[in-house]
């Protein structure tokens, strides 16, 4: 439905957007992903009209959006300030653009009704903005936003001013109305658990560059770099050489000369004596103060505990081993704290299945 062909943005002799192209399809929620700075406002900007390409173009449905003006573009745009007008209730908030658009006043009416039984709001009709909460007024921006129909509609960073619980709320009725209305919803964000959780498909951006599109799936367990890897959730990075690659199962050596087995990709092309980078999420690893049974798909390390992170559902333990590699685990608290097994300054053993990791370019 979106296409960007070898789209570059320059200012001066600053480029934020570098020869970039990108493929997004009709019905997706789709999130741009990356630090401040990175481009992906610059991005939704260029789509919705307000900042123009310099080399490159970009297609909506196959046309060219070259030299169109914002009002003339099937997109619309939320940004994180909801601008509502303090001075008008919810209902003619939410009919504020469909008037510009010079609907009869009858079809306003009923566009308002749909929209505000929508985003559950039927009963805040004549209330105004700051008679509502933070989540409310989140609601009915996104009414606005949907009510003359766009084919595409941009957030940019739509639920950083509410607070995480209310935000992991939002998220789910984003989902909910996305899914209902069956439009192609664009979002930037710098949340990587936003994006996982909302995303059909994920661009994660560095430096006006892609450097991966994928589900949130594959973006998490097969990163294409170390940058992809360490942007998205906590993660260890280890230096590997890959010893041997004969059979399912194949062996690197780490750290002081430590073997560990893995179980490589179909796709993965490795060569004896090839120097890699390992993944290994934390929460693929096991904590125990007993040394695991052994079996021939288990790795197992020994290391001392020197920080704790207790953050309610979970606890990572960063464990330091003999030959001074810091690895990070991480486990369910599936007992009160006060009953936690492993404390400070613990012997305890790490152990991971071979298919737990997986190698990636160093």
């Known amino acids: 439905m979106i296409r960007f062909e070898n789209v570059t943005k320059a200012y001066g002799s ?11 399809h009709q019905g997706e929620f789709f ?17 919705a009209g307000f900042e123009s390409v310099t080399s490159g173009r970009i297609l909506l449905d196959g046309v060219d959006l070259t030299g169109m003006p914002p009002n003339r573009r099937p997109i619309n745009m939320m940004f994180q300030s ?30 308002v009704d749909e929209m505000l039984a929508l985003v559950q709001m039927e009963n805040f009709a004549d209330r105004k903005p700051h008679q509502l909460s ?51 919803f664009i979002i930037v964000t710098h949340d990587q658990e936003e994006a996982m959780t909302v995303s059909s498909r994920i661009a994660v951006m560095k430096d006006g560059k892609l450097l991966q599109v994928g589900e949130p799936s594959r973006i998490y ?38 073997n560990m087995v893995i179980r490589p990709q179909p796709e993965d092309r490795l060569s004896a004596g090839a120097q890699k980078t390992l993944v290994l999420r934390p ?56 009953r936690r097994e492993i404390d400070w300054d613990d012997r305890v053993w790490l152990s991971w299945r071979a298919g737990a990791c997986v190698i990636i370019e160093s």
């Open 221 to 258: 367990e097969h990163p294409a770099n170390a940058y992809v890897a360490d942007f998205i959730g906590n993660v260890n990075l280890l230096p590997v050489r890959i010893s041997a690659t004969d059979g399912e199962l194949i062996d690197v050596t780490w750290g002081n000369g430590r």
């Open 134 to 184: 933070g989540g409310q007024m989140q609601r009915v921006a996104l009414a606005r936003s949907l009510a003359l129909k766009p084919k595409v509609l941009l957030l940019d960073e739509p639920l950083g001013a509410l607070d995480k619980k209310l935000r992991e709320e939002t998220q789910f009725q984003l989902m909910d109305v996305q899914d209902r209305l069956g439009l192609t």
């Open 82 to 111: 909801f601008a509502l007008f303090p001075h008008m209730n919810v209902a003619r908030n939410i009919g504020f653009g469909l008037k510009q658009a010079r609907w009869r006043k009858r079809d306003i009416a009923d566009r």
């Open 283 to 338: 929460e693929k690893i096991h904590v125990s103060k007993e040394r695991p049974e052994e079996a021939f798909n288990i790795n197992m390390v020994e290391g001392v505990v020197e920080e704790i992170s207790y953050i309610g559902s979970v606890s990572t333990f960063h464990v330091r081993l003999d030959d001074g590699v810091l690895i990070r685990a991480q486990e369910a608290n599936r007992l009160l704290a006060s």
């Open 31 to 47: 999130s741009l992903l990356g630090p401040s700075g990175c481009g992906k406002s610059t991005m939704m900007r260029m789509l």
């Open 14 to 24: 600053f480029t934020a957007i570098s020869d970039l192209s990108l493929d997004i």
